[in-house]
């Protein structure tokens, strides 16, 4: 009985997993909607916020909304006249006390990390941590600043060293280059073998016992 229970819970586990992540990320979604609705319904006048109303309890119709305008701004945004918009609405931002600290530093991460061309997260590769006679898989996320290279001297990378068996949380560490060792996996496969805590593989790298 205990193998055919814990064998149902292997079925079962990531596909309710799976329905949890989407039915939070579609709340998030709906909420941003619906927030944005009550905002309205509160500063028109009774007649076309009963209107309003209806539309706010149609299921989805939020969801398909964040969605669309997310798309419509991002296509404006890649526009001369964007990028302009863009410009002047972050130097309003630089201006505010307290926002400014904050929507500067979640914009440079964003950025680091949604940007096609940056170095975050883009290679796989093997440190020693936490001793030197464990590794540990990483994953390369840029080099160091100027000050920090000239101190150091030999060339030095940027890591995420992430946890096991929840990878949103890690250590970052500053390591020396030639002691690092770069991984022929695709960072998708390095954080599944790092969530399942090893026991699965990525494909065609199985197990090998010396």
């Known amino acids: 009985m205990k193998k055919y229970f814990l064998a149902g819970i292997l079925v079962w586990a990531p596909l309710a997993i799976t329905i949890w992540v989407i039915t939070w990320a579609l709340g998030i979604l709906d909420s941003v909607y619906g927030s944005v609705m009550m905002a309205i319904i509160t500063v028109l006048p009774s007649s076309s916020s009963e209107t309003l109303r209806h539309f706010r309890e149609i299921p989805g119709l939020g969801i398909l909304i964040v969605v669309v305008s997310m798309m419509l701004t991002g296509m404006a945004a890649i526009t001369f006249a964007g990028r302009w918009v863009l410009r002047v609405w972050e130097q309003i931002l630089s201006r505010i006390p307290i926002v400014r600290s904050i929507y500067s530093s979640v914009k440079q991460v964003s950025d680091t990390l949604l940007s096609s061309s940056g170095d975050a997260f883009k290679k796989a590769v093997l440190i020693r941590y936490p001793h030197a006679n464990s590794w540990t898989i990483a994953f390369q ?7 920090v290279a000239d101190k150091l001297g030999a060339p030095h990378i940027h890591v995420f060293v992430p946890t096991t068996p929840n990878p949103t949380s890690g250590f970052f560490m500053i390591v020396p280059k030639d002691s690092v060792i770069e991984l022929s996996i695709s960072v ?3 954080l599944k073998h790092i969530v399942s805590m090893g026991t699965v593989p990525p494909v065609g790298q199985e197990p090998k016992d010396h």
Do not use: V
């Open 141 to 147: 996320t840029g080099y160091p600043m100027q000050e």
């Open 188 to 190: 998708e496969e390095a």
